[in-house]
């Protein structure tokens, strides 16, 4: 399911109906919003960042899509964004990223010599620590698309276009953020998950 919020309703309108073929249901009050969030799949919200950490803290699984004059503010997140103003064609190209990534899934699982993963419930064991750490939506399909494609060492422009939805060529430090605070968070720094080989990324199944 796909909701849209604005507290502008006039802007609420101009994207309800300029999205109707996706049956997008309009939101215009937060507490409206938040109190049905968890039967959405896609959330598109217009530039208001309180909203979002609201939706993420309640359902991390959402997909966020933020409309936003600074995109810069929200690099770190796990929000695909649009810079404002935008062309109406590359609202409805996210809009369809989206909800392709929500109908595939989290659907692997699988174990390395230092990690178990399951897609699924979003988790990641680490064998030497003994600890099981909760990933992100965008954490979860890094690794779940980097073991899809195990054999190949996959580039920041694929990940930018197939996890972020963004051209390739575009200037952002996004994917390596992503990696960065992923390793962090389960203790990689030596490479033992994810490994940076020359033109990009690769699972460590070793």
Do not use: W
């Amino acid at each position: 399911m796909f909701f849209i919020f604005a507290s502008d309703k006039l802007i609420l309108t101009t994207y309800t109906d300029l999205l109707a073929d996706f049956n997008p249901i309009p939101f215009s009050k937060k507490n409206d919003l938040l109190e049905k969030v968890n039967e959405a799949k896609v959330v598109l919200i217009d530039d208001d960042a309180d909203l979002a950490l609201n939706i993420q803290k309640k359902e991390p699984s959402i997909a966020i899509l933020m409309l936003t004059e600074h995109p810069e503010n929200f690099e770190q997140t796990d929000y695909t964004l649009i810079k404002k103003p935008f062309h109406f064609s590359v609202l409805r190209s996210k809009v369809l990223f989206l909800k392709s990534v929500c109908e595939k899934g989290l659907t692997l699982s699988f174990e390395t010599s230092s990690y178990l993963f399951n897609g699924p419930a979003r988790t990641l064991f680490n064998k030497s620590t003994q600890q099981e750490i909760r990933l992100t939506e965008k954490e979860a399909q890094i690794i779940q698309f980097l073991y899809e494609n195990k054999n190949n060492v996959i580039s920041k422009d694929e990940l930018l276009e197939k996890i972020f939805g963004y051209k390739s060529g575009v200037e952002t430090h996004t994917v390596e953020t992503h990696i960065y605070k992923l390793r962090q968070k389960v203790q990689d720094e030596n490479e033992y998950l994810i490994k940076t080989l020359n033109g990009g990324y690769q699972i460590n199944l070793a």
